[in-house]
């Protein structure tokens, strides 16, 4: 079973511009949830669609956005990028939304130049 | 709201030695709690959980036991080897199952 899918690996951007992180959950899971992992902040929630809906977010701007496809793959969209949007992007799936262990992807590094 | 408290590290210790990283959580309910670990340049793999008070997680020689007396759920190896040098992540998730809240993790660094 292939496990959580993420890219691309690496991704750089300059200041001001948008980027587009892609995330392809374990087969059969429903929900898709969004991490940001930066130096010094730990882990922090962004995202969590499930059915093609948002279903909650964390505590970020509006310029992180993102959506669900009817095969339940997701992107996350960040606009006007900051250099403090430098990161270890995480996704993760569960099938459907429950507290079962979420399994997790490896990640995209987004560098903001 | 829910948090997650989990020792500082690094940690540092000798291939054998005994390990223990403690960690506490606040939360309403009965929340699902899990020990995650990161090697480097990798995502999250899931350690071991518990769903409910008194279980006990365990994997690969890990253990952890959900005590909602002391709200704890700390991780524990007998005898640690040099590839258990990693992040280590404690965690909780609430019954809605909204999102993972984790705690700032803790590096394990083992030597032979």
């Known amino acids: 079973e292939a496990g959580v899918t993420q890219s691309p690996t690496h991704l750089i951007k300059t200041r001001g511009q948008q980027a587009t992180l892609r995330c392809s959950p374990i087969?059969?899971?429903?929900?898709v949830y969004w991490y940001q992992q930066a130096l010094g902040l730990g882990l922090q929630f962004l995202l969590w669609?499930?059915?093609?809906?948002?279903?909650n977010r964390g505590n970020f701007p509006p310029r992180f956005s993102g959506r669900q496809f009817p095969n339940y793959s997701s992107e996350l969209n960040v606009n006007a990028l900051e250099l403090e949007d430098s990161a270890l992007y995480l996704c993760?799936?569960?099938?459907?939304?429950?507290?079962?262990?979420?399994?997790f992807g490896d990640g995209t590094r987004l560098s903001i130049l | 709201g829910n948090s997650v408290t989990q020792m500082e590290g690094p940690v540092t210790l000798s291939e054998e030695a005994f390990l223990t990283i403690n960690c506490t959580y606040t939360?309403?309910?009965?929340?699902?709690l899990f020990w995650y670990v990161q090697y480097p340049g990798e995502g999250l793999q899931l350690l071991l959980k518990?769903?409910?008070?008194?279980d006990k997680g365990s994997n690969k020689g890990f253990e952890a036991t959900y005590r909602k007396e002391t709200t704890s759920f700390h991780l524990e190896k007998g005898s640690v080897q040099v590839s258990d040098s990693a992040v280590y992540f404690c965690?909780?998730?609430?019954?809605?199952?909204?999102?993972?809240?984790f705690g700032k993790g803790t590096t394990l660094s083992v030597s032979s």
């Open positions: 993760a799936s569960t099938p459907v939304y429950s507290n079962q262990p979420q399994h």
């Open positions: 087969s059969g899971h429903t929900s």
């Open positions: 669609y499930d059915e093609g809906e948002e279903r």
């Open positions: 939360a309403t309910g009965y929340p699902s």
């Open positions: 518990a769903t409910k008070a008194d």
């Open positions: 965690a909780l998730i609430n019954q809605a199952g909204t999102a993972l809240i």
